[in-house]
């Protein structure tokens, strides 16, 4: 059965993510499992215009986020075809 949380509840937690809590720390303080509390940040920051990146979290404008976005599917799907080219040629 899945819990329902009440929007002020998500939003403390996704503050207190952002004041610099881990979610080991939030998960034993509050009894939300770690991975609840991260879907939340992160549907938060997709909504806010907040970048997540390695802990750091950036507010920018829309406009930019596309960008970034488009430049981290180009960099993912240019290291899929050198990777299998790569392997391709070991196979050879």
Known sequence: MTKKYDVEFKKQLVH??????SYPQLEKE?????????GWVKNTAKNAN????HN??????K???????K?????RRTFKKKAAAFFAKELE
């Open 16 to 21: 207190a993510y952002i004041q610099g809590k």
């Open 50 to 53: 907040i970048l997540l990146n």
């Open 30 to 38: 509050y009894g939300v499992a770690k991975s609840t509390i991260s």
């Open 56 to 61: 750091q979290i950036i507010l920018m404008p």
């Open 71 to 75: 430049l981290l599917n180009w960099k």
């Open 63 to 69: 406009r930019s986020m596309i960008l970034i976005k």
